[in-house]
């Protein structure tokens, strides 16, 4: 399991006992997590998060900027939103697709980058990065994965009078 952070919305249930166990349901599978953002757990301790953690840590193995974590699935950590945050670049045949958990909130943010989420631990910092991916999210074969994003969660940007805009694909 891969996460891009470690909010309570993106960690789900995955440090939950599995029903009639002590053991979380993929108790054999890593839990990715990338090295700035394990190195941070303090701070969900600090905002009551102290089981979350303790259910997660055994199934922990952190992973560093860049790092190839499959076949064609690379890490990019992205700090703004989270002091940890992580992306997931897949490639595969020319294309590649961004899941890029919380550095977009809402396609809204793709013509207003500056615009962040309450919750960004680092505003500014969140912002520079919307805008690189933004750019990115333009590149032709691109697709993108935003969690957060209500029934149109993979995309395409493309520019139209106002500038850049989610077009959500046909699945």
């Known amino acids: 399991m891969a996460f ?14 599995a029903p009639g166990d002590d053991r979380p349901a993929f108790a054999h599978a890593d839990y990715l997590v990338s090295e700035p953002e394990w190195a941070q757990r303090d701070l969900l301790t600090a905002h009551g998060m102290a089981e979350e953690v303790t259910g997660l840590a055994p199934y922990v ?18 700090a703004g939103h989270t002091a940890g945050h992580a992306e997931y670049v897949i490639t595969s045949g020319g294309r590649r697709l961004i899941a890029f958990g919380d550095a977009l909130h809402s396609p809204i943010q793709v013509g207003h980058p500056e615009w962040s989420a309450a919750v960004d631990h680092d505003p500014v910092r969140s912002a520079d990065h919307r805008r690189r991916l933004i750019a990115e999210l333009e590149e032709p074969d691109t697709i993108g994965f935003g969690i957060h994003f209500a029934d149109v969660v993979f995309g395409q940007l493309r520019r139209n009078g106002n500038g850049p805009a989610w077009h959500p694909l046909d699945t």
């Open 4 to 17: 891009t952070h470690l909010h309570p919305d993106h960690l789900g249930w995955a440090w939950h006992p």
């Open 61 to 78: 193995r952190t992973v560093t900027d860049g790092q190839e974590i499959f076949l064609g699935v690379r890490v990019r950590i992205t």
